[in-house]
């Protein structure tokens, strides 16, 4: 952490006054970082911290980019950080990131056993962890998560807020060519006339009790 401050005995005295102060500047390095990924995702960014304070994982959202509906910040700095640690539990670390974890990223969040979740703006509509519904003390929860929001939440908030008035104003026209590309795929794909499957059987011996019939999907026919 000593690269992270400018000043440990300055940066030790201010702790005292403000526990939260480490978890303001890493949140401060997460906003400039999510201010490049919102040029062509959602500005969401998040890191894991060990117990000694060091970044073991980061991740920004990637799933438009990458198409992945599991492309979300916190999942992906969980791999990486899983890879670092060499394991799969988190007690002792931290996760921050600037948008309250949605529902499946608080569960996968639990699922990992991490010890604290520090976030700065909340999400009313999707958040795991008391937008909608607080997931870290829920009766199906089997592991309680300490969690701090409100980090730097004005400024959280403004970032998405102007990234979604972005983008309300954007005109088609306009839209990134992975969009556009996706969009003239679904059109051409919803015009192709599907041909019937034929049903096969499992290879099994002469011996053995008929099998039941499955089907190949349509995709994997060749």
Known sequence: MSNFYENENSNATSNILDPKSKYKRWMK???RRSKEVGKVELPISAVILDNKGRCIGRGSNRRNKNSDPLGHAE?????????IKNDWRFNDCVIITNLEPCTMCSSSLIQARMGKVVYGASDKKR????GSINLSI???????????GGILEKE???DIKLWFKNLRNQKTVN????????FNNLLTLSSLELKPINP???TLPDNSPN???ISIPYFLRR
């Open 211 to 213: 099998p039941l019939p």
């Open 138 to 148: 829920h009766k199906s929860s089997h592991h309680k998560m300490e969690v701090i």
């Open 75 to 83: 999942l992906i700095a969980l791999k990486q950080a899983s890879l």
């Open 156 to 158: 959280c908030e403004l």
């Open 200 to 202: 096969i059987r499992h």
């Open 29 to 31: 390095f997460i906003l």
């Open 127 to 130: 958040g795991g962890l008391g």
């Open 175 to 182: 839209l990134p060519n992975s969009v556009s590309k996706r």
